[in-house]
C-alpha cells in the first residue's frame, strides 16, 4: 500500500539554522506530494505541493523537490525563524483515489531564539 | 481565516458514553472529511462524504458514524466511547472528490475518555 516516511520525529534548531526534514514515500502510480505544517491548537494547513515529478515547491521560504528516482520529497528551509515551530507532515495523494492523503507520522520542528 | 468551523473544541467524557461532534464548512466545498489525530499526531482517515455520499469509509470500529445532512455539515457521532478513542478529531474540506491534496482543516475537536 501507499506510505510515507518521515525518519525524524523531532528536529530542534536555533534561529537562522538550515532546515532539512527528510521525506520518502512509496506507491504504485505518479502521486502529488504535499507538506502540512501544523502550529499549536490548529488544524493542518497546506504549506506546498508538488504534482509533477523534478518539479520543485516553494512557500514562505520552505522548499521540497519531487525527485521520482529516490522517491523523495525532503523539505529545507535556508534560515528558520522561531515562528517557524511547528509539526511538520509529508503526504501524498493518489490521482483519483477518492482524494485520501496518506500522512507521515510528521516532524516536530523546535526553533530556539 | 477560518473556514471549518468545529464544536466542540474539547469533551472530556467517561467510558460507555456517547458523543457527537459537528463541523460545517463555508467555503462551498462538495466534499468534507474526518481524520483522527492520535497523542502521538498520526493522522488517519476516517470517513469522507462527497455532496452527502458516502465515499470513504475505512476501517473504523461501528461506534463510529458519521451523519451528513447537505455537503455543509459533516457530524461524527460515537456510540459508547472506549479509552482509545481519545484523540483529536479534524473535520477537513476539498472541492471535490478529485483532491488534488489541498484540504482545509478545522482547529479539532479533542476528546478524552475517562
Known amino acids: 500500500g501507499d506510505s510515507v516516511t518521515q525518519k525524524q520525529g523531532q528536529v530542534t534548531l536555533s534561529e537562522d539554522d538550515f532546515l532539512f526534514i527528510n521525506c520518502t514515500y512509496s506507491?504504485?502510480?505518479?502521486?502529488?506530494l504535499l507538506w502540512y505544517v501544523q502550529y499549536l491548537g490548529q488544524g493542518p494547513q497546506l504549506l506546498l505541493k508538488?504534482?509533477?515529478?523534478?518539479n520543485k515547491g516553494i512557500s514562505r521560504g520552505f522548499e521540497a523537490t519531487y525527485d521520482k528516482g529516490t522517491t523523495s520529497f525532503h523539505l529545507q528551509k535556508a534560515s528558520v525563524q522561531e515562528s517557524d515551530s511547528a509539526v511538520y507532515f509529508c503526504?501524498?495523494?493518489?490521482?483519483?483515489?477518492?482524494?485520501?492523503?496518506?500522512f507521515g507520522l510528521g516532524t516536530t520542528l523546535q526553533v530556539q531564539p | 481565516e477560518t473556514a471549518v468551523f468545529q464544536t466542540p473544541n474539547y469533551h472530556v467524557t467517561q467510558v460507555g458514553n456517547e458523543v457527537s461532534f459537528n463541523c460545517k464548512q463555508t467555503?462551498?466545498?462538495?466534499?468534507m472529511y474526518w481524520y483522527k489525530q492520535d497523542s502521538k499526531k498520526l493522522l488517519k482517515i476516517m470517513f469522507s462524504?462527497?455532496?452527502?455520499?458516502?465515499?470513504v469509509n475505512e476501517t473504523v470500529p461501528r461506534r463510529f458514524s458519521p451523519q451528513s445532512s447537505d455537503k455543509a455539515h459533516l457530524n461524527l457521532r460515537i456510540k459508547s466511547v472506549e479509552p482509545e478513542d481519545s484523540a483529536v478529531y479534524l473535520c477537513?474540506?476539498?472541492?471535490?472528490?478529485?483532491?488534488?491534496?489541498?484540504?482545509?482543516f478545522g482547529e479539532g475537536s479533542k476528546l478524552t475518555v475517562l
Open positions: 508538488v504534482t509533477t515529478a523534478n
Open positions: 477537513a474540506s476539498s472541492l471535490d472528490r478529485a483532491n488534488t491534496g489541498q484540504l482545509y
Open positions: 462524504y462527497n455532496n452527502k455520499q458516502l465515499i
Open positions: 467555503l462551498g466545498h462538495d466534499t
Open positions: 506507491t504504485t502510480t505518479y502521486p502529488t
Open positions: 503526504a501524498l495523494v493518489r490521482a483519483g483515489n477518492t482524494g485520501k492523503l496518506i
